[in-house]
Every structure is written in structure tokens, then in C-alpha cells.
């Protein structure tokens, strides 16, 4: 199994979609897009500690728990792919959004960045070798005990594969790079002193990260 350090330090790109879960979109009463809505995060933004922190002055910062997707080949513009083998590994991790910021800066028709790639905001939890997406698996975030959120594959908008492919649409991956693919329902500020579990009881996952 790959290392954290390992997924973090080969990493050149993170792409991340936003609104893959309608329930999600709903929440934040957003429409639901007609194709994938593409952000990134920045590669400095990765972490992988039991313990994290944020920079200040960002206002409240939100957890997305997301089924991340790490690419395991070069694949180049233009082509498509039909095999879930161009994933090398899969697992959970958390988009950590400044959505104060984000939601300022969406009225403001200006780039998210500063609200979605600031220090740590993209935490690895667990990543295992990529197994059959067709399965399906469940994954979920309890904050303090309680849970917030419950993703299921099945309710994604957009697959895995139709993810991958349209991102080839209009640019290449790299081996090691990551994909995020959306937040379930149950987004919530996280304060200093919580503890977020994330697991997917389907795939044997459990972690723990410290809010510090
Ligand atoms: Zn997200």
C-alpha cells in the first residue's frame, strides 16, 4: 500500500468537482450543473497529520468528506479511458472550505482559491489500491461522534470514469495525481478541539484527525 507522504509528494495536480451529490447542491441552494464544475486545490494545500491547523483570518472553514481517486498512469488529452485500472488507489479525504470566503467571493464573480487552497485545506485520510468502483461503497464523517455526513457512490451525479474522462476532455493527468470527486450532504464549521472520524465501513476504512 502507498504512503501518505508518498501520495502528497507525487501529487502535481489536484482537480476537484463541485456539486456531485443534488442533496448537496441543495444545501447550499446551488443548481445542479450540466457538466462536471471543475475547481482545483493546490498541491501545497496537502496534508496527511492526525493533527491540523489552519491559517487565521479565513473566517469559518467547513469539512467536505470526498472519495478521492489518485490517477495511476499518464493519460493524455483527447484520449479516453474505459478501465477503472487508470486509478491507482482510492480512499477518503477532506476538502476544507473557508465557505464564509467562498460564498463572498462567488457574489463577487472572482476565482474560490483563497477559500478552497490555503494551508491543509486538502487532508488525506486512508487511501487503499483501487478496487471495483462497480461495487459501490459507503463512506461517512462523524464530527465529535455525531454524524454530519454519509456518501454513497451510487448518488454521485457524475461516475468516477465520467469524471476521469471529462477532465481529459481538456487536459492531460500524470501519474499520482488527484481527483476529488464531490461532497455528500451534511457540510458543517469545524472549531479547534473537534475530532472528525472519517470511514467506509465497506471498505474496512477508519481515521481520525484532530481540529487544533
Ligand atoms: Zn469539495
Redesign the pocket.
Known sequence: MVALEIVASEARAIY???RNYAAHAAELGNDIPTQPLWFMKSAASLCFGDRVSFPKQLGPIHF?L?WMLRVGADLECGNSVADTACFSEMGLAI?F?ARKLQTQLKEERHPWDRA?SFSNACWLGCMIPSTDLAAGFRFMLHQNGELRQKGASELMLYTPMELVNDLLKFISLRKGDLI?T??PEGVAEVCSGDVLRVSSPTLGLIRELQIT
Open positions: 476537484a468537482v463541485g467536505e470526498e476538502d472550505t478552497k476529488l464531490g461532497t
